[in-house]
């Protein structure tokens, strides 16, 4: 499993071969019960699995029946496949800056990437979410994703299907379908999503010729002039481009009066909205973020800092969706995001030439997974996607 | 201490070998044993390994200067290096055979079948440690070094708004140059000191960075560094 | 529960008839350890700011110990700061001028406004007119009146010509709501610049070096210790005085002119009134200490963090944890006092990218130190 070691040159044929094959091996401990091996380069920190959930392949399988079941929604036309497609990075195929759920409510919040996601230490763009197990579950009660009113609802209609019993019994030794146990499966299978096989991983563990000379240029502006590394930073053990924190760098902010929102969210919430309805359903108390989940100042307007990988796949970019292509944001940051009383001070403005933004954006573009192939199977169970 | 380390080895060498020595100081005796050891000039056939004090050297026979030394060997040498760091200015060199067994000449003198750690009865030779006007010579250059890494460190010159880095870390404080290196959560990877003082002066000084052999980077570490004698090494202290 | 169109002292009393939710947490609040109580203060700093109990940028968090504990003093008026801005004259991009406007719009959200704003002192860098114009532009967009104060950096260029045509007195007193304030130049040095023949610019650069050991310490001096005495001759001694000093008027750290020679004479004079507080600038810092019936508070500055001392650090501060040179305003900030009723004061830090500090008069004047007398590693 010396794939990421470093100085060692692979070709990047046998890097992808030995990835697959390893995708493969993990895959074919298919009929056991038995805790399935991760696909983790050498090298690299495992994700974090809770102790009561070791993935297995029956887990594995009721997870995807479920990630890509429409069936579980209000109307029949959502599930998480909707926002979360293997076509498009695992991100929302349709192109708006914000998705839409049920009935084609929209809401406030551009889609992450699922793959990957299980490195990260936190989930949704406020870290209200601590495991995959949790954040599985909160958009099938969320009126503008799945739109059930409550867990019960959920559970409900999963008792209706009638393919489910089996999986259940199968994945958790009981025929028994609970919120738990949905969560636990999905999170399974979400674990099986990783990728850590892109150009930049190449160059870095010494292939001069991975990536283009521009992006190698946009490399070292990325760790410097740029100052892009210091929340986005590839760390070797965790190459995932992202310090897993908080920080305000003023998207959305436009003029929002920030204490006067926050205390109409914290009034909503004391009469009993939840933050994941808040957070979705209000323009203006989503741009609260982390704020809403802890209701510390230091958080006011806060977003977690998004992975990297993928990124040139999952457009358009930040938590609202407002940037529509990489060199919208790489201009972003160039201005020094947007001014507000609680701008995070590493903001500032970078006075980039326009060189300098064309090999930053040629940098991002190598953050790109070259074994997005392993996921052709999973890209067959996808809904047809309406015509644009 | 070193004195009593030579008379130690001394006595054990007259009570093990019977053999008398006298301290001779005869670099020319010293100069043909080695060539001796070391083979004529044209018949440079074996790899040589000089320790760092330049004084220590290892003939390998056997192997060919071009050619690695194969590692149990290459240990061997190094044991014997190391082992011998303990004669401090002496001239040796050993030639170890291919059958492992060692010569050593010093001071014009010949020793069969030493092992390292065993008994060399080699007296010091008398030109010693640094003299007290070398040393005083040696913390002048120092100081000057130091002195200047204080002028930069607290001049505006090395960044480009203004801010010196004393400003944040008077008499370097809050620099902890002990826990270098470690993981620097700004750079996202482990840095060395220069890497951090480098990301300051791009940073917070909004200058540009430094090469690492500038001449004020050698400066400005050296400064940090003289700040913290006697702090215990501590890498990747947080 | 809480109005937007309520006065401030209709939340207070609002608050001070508390749910029953609101019981139960300060309940908890009380005898629990550490750890718990963080925890569970955090909890309770939400509840109350999403209760809208305190305004605009406060959202303070409760740092005392037992907070249903010993009668509300109550707040007779409030005061905001800004300090040590050390500008440059080098235009509104320049990162010490964008903190220094930061602090001015915070102050100026305030609602209601401050009674006043103070300066801490360090207006300029390096005590040139370019420097000071400059500062008195950006604060002159404060709504509050302004009391300033001078520091080392504005002073030593040219002696205080520039600052006292420009700001007035270097020293003075003023009454204010039932409190004598006394504005103190507490950085008077003597001369040690006329043996070595250094010109203004070199002795302005050697007193802005902190470490710069060719400068003599600080101190308030005989000819101003004497203007006190008589300043406070006919004051009561159960008036508070609130004193604005820029160096700390006690002994902290002399390498660093942490420090006024003549501390102890000062505070001699001080002695004998019932409630006295020290507000200082130039450490750049939390700070708290209490010597005596003194209480003494530091400010922070917007410009950059100090690190505390390598020694000398008195045990009643709380340290901030060191800053983050990536976010050129962590470890920054402004900040208001809460002057109480009975003439003591709640210090507020609104430190920049960090939760809001508060450190109140009931902890300090508590027999046992708060948190047990912390005293994190200095660094």
């Known amino acids: 499993m010396a794939a990421f070691r470093r100085g060692r040159r692979r070709g990047p044929g046998e890097r992808l071969a030995f990835a697959t094959l390893s995708a493969v091996a993990a895959f074919a401990l298919a009929a056991t019960a038995q805790t399935l091996v991760l696909p983790v380069p050498s090298g690299v920190l495992p994700p974090e699995v809770p102790a009561d959930n070791p993935p297995t392949a029956a887990k594995v399988e009721l997870g995807k029946k479920l990630y890509f079941d429409t069936r579980i929604s209000t109307d029949g036309t959502v599930a998480c496949v909707t926002c979360h497609d293997p076509r498009k990075g695992f991100a929302d195929p349709r192109g708006k800056p914000t998705s839409a759920g049920v009935g084609g409510a929209l809401g406030t919040r551009n889609a992450p990437t699922v793959l990957n996601a299980a490195f990260i230490a936190s989930q949704f763009w406020d870290g209200r979410a601590t495991t995959l197990e949790e954040q599985a579950v909160q958009p099938l009660v969320n009126s503008i994703e799945h739109g059930f009113a409550n867990q019960a609802a959920v559970l409900a209609k999963l008792k209706t299907l009638g393919d489910y019993p089996s999986l259940f019994q199968a994945a958790f030794g009981s025929q028994e379908i609970s919120t738990q146990r949905v969560g636990q499966a999905i999170a399974s299978f979400e674990r099986t999503l990783l990728s850590l096989d892109a150009p930049i991983d190449r160059f870095l563990a010494g292939d001069a010729k991975a990536i283009s000379v521009s992006a190698q240029r946009g490399w070292e502006l990325f760790n410097t002039k740029a100052r892009c590394n210091t929340c986005h930073g590839r760390i070797d053990v965790l190459p995932l481009f992202t310090d897993d924190l908080f920080h305000n760098i003023g998207v959305g902010v436009k003029h929002i009066d920030f204490p006067a929102v926050a205390r109409r969210a914290a009034a909503a919430v004391e009469a009993g909205k939840s933050i994941d309805e808040l957070a979705l359903g209000s323009a203006e108390a989503s741009e609260l973020g982390r704020f809403l989940v802890t ?64 090999d930053l954006v040629a940098l991002m573009e190598t953050f790109t997974s070259s074994d997005l192939a392993r996921f052709a199977e999973l890209e067959k169970l996808a809904p047809k996607l309406a015509p644009k | 201490m070193k ?27 010293a100069l043909r044993t080695r060539r001796a050891l070391v083979g004529a000039e044209d018949e440079w056939a074996s790899r040589a390994v000089w320790a760092c004090d330049q004084r220590k050297l290892v003939v390998v026979e056997g192997v060919r200067p071009d050619q690695k030394i194969p590692p149990e060997r290459a240990q061997l040498v190094a044991d014997v290096l190391m082992d011998l760091m303990r004669f401090c200015n002496e001239e040796i060199t050993v030639r170890i055979g291919t059958n492992q067994m060692m010569t050593v000449a010093a001071n014009g003198k010949v020793y069969e079948n030493y092992v390292p750690g065993g008994p060399l009865p080699i007296v010091k030779a008398s030109f010693g440690e640094p003299t007290e006007r070398e040393k005083s010579i040696w913390k002048a250059e120092l100081d000057k070094l130091v002195a200047e890494g204080d002028r930069l460190f607290h001049s505006d010159e090395i960044g480009g708004n203004g801010v010196a880095c004393a400003m944040c870390h008077p008499n370097a404080s809050n620099t902890h140059p002990e826990t270098y290196p470690k993981f620097q959560t700004q750079l996202k990877k482990v840095a060395m000191l220069r890497d951090m003082v480098n990301w300051c002066i791009l940073n917070p000084l909004e200058g540009k960075e430094l090469a690492p052999d500038d001449p004020k980077m050698r400066a400005l570490e050296a400064y940090i560094l003289a700040q913290r004698r006697g702090k215990p090494l501590d890498a990747g202290k947080h | 529960m809480y109005r937007n169109d309520m006065t401030r002292k209709q939340i207070e009393r609002a608050f001070a008839e508390r749910s029953a939710a609101d019981q139960r947490l300060l309940q908890s609040l009380q005898n629990c350890d550490r750890r718990h109580f963080l925890r569970t203060s955090l909890k309770f700093a939400g509840m109350a700011a999403a209760a809208s109990l305190v305004p605009s940028h406060a959202f303070q968090l409760v740092n005392v110990a037992h907070a249903a504990e010993g009668a509300d003093p109550g707040v007779a008026f409030r005061f905001a700061y800004v300090s040590d801005s050390h500008l440059y004259a080098r235009g509104m991009t320049h990162r010490f001028a964008r903190a220094a406007v930061k602090a001015v719009e915070d102050v100026n959200a305030l609602d209601p406004q401050p009674d006043f704003v103070l300066f801490g002192g360090d207006l300029a860098q390096l005590g040139r007119a370019d420097e000071l114009a400059f500062g008195q532009q950006i604060l002159k967009d404060l709504k509050a009146p302004v009391r300033m104060m001078v520091g080392e950096h504005d002073w030593y260029l040219d002696l205080g010509e520039k600052w006292k045509e420009m700001f007035g007195p270097d020293h003075y007193s003023f009454d204010h709501k039932g409190i004598h304030f006394v504005v103190l130049n507490s950085v008077v040095e003597k001369d040690f610049w006329t043996a070595k023949g250094y010109t203004p610019e070199q002795r302005m650069a050697i007193v802005s070096g902190l470490d710069d050991s060719r400068q003599s310490s600080f101190e308030v001096g005989e000819p101003q210790r004497a203007w006190l005495k008589q300043d406070l001759a006919k004051i009561d001694k159960k008036t508070p005085i609130i004193v604005f000093s820029h160096s700390p008027l006690y002994k902290l750290y002399k390498p660093w002119n942490f420090w006024t020679d003549d501390a102890e004479q000062v505070q001699a004079i001080l002695k004998p009134f019932q409630t006295v507080s020290v507000i200082h600038g130039h450490t750049h810092q939390l700070l708290t200490n209490r010597i005596g019936n003194i209480q003494f508070h530091g400010l922070l500055s917007t410009a950059w963090p100090w690190p505390y001392a390598p020694e000398g650090l008195p045990a009643y501060t709380v340290q901030m944890f060191r800053p983050d040179p990536f976010n050129q305003f962590d470890g920054c900030g402004d900040g208001s006092v809460d002057v109480l009723a009975k003439g003591r004061v709640n210090k507020h830090y609104n430190f920049w990218s960090r939760n809001p500090r508060q450190v109140t008069a009931l902890e300090l004047a508590g027999k046992s130190l708060p948190g047990g007398g912390y005293q994190g590693p200095s660094y």
Not at chain 1, 298 to 304: A, C, E, L, P, Y
């Open chain 2, 3 to 29: 004195a009593t380390l030579v008379s130690g080895s001394l006595l054990l060498g007259t009570i093990a070998l019977g053999i008398f020595v006298v301290s001779a100081s005869d670099s020319s005796d």
């Open chain 1, 295 to 358: 209701r510390e100042q230091k958080d006011m307007g806060s977003f977690k800092t998004p992975q990297l990988r993928n990124v040139a796949l999952t457009a358009p970019y930040m938590h609202d969706g407002s940037e529509a292509t990489l060199l919208a944001v790489i201009e972003f940051y160039d201005r020094g995001g947007n001014d507000n009383p609680f701008l995070d001070g590493g903001m500032r403005p970078l006075a980039l030439t326009d060189q300098e933004k064309a």
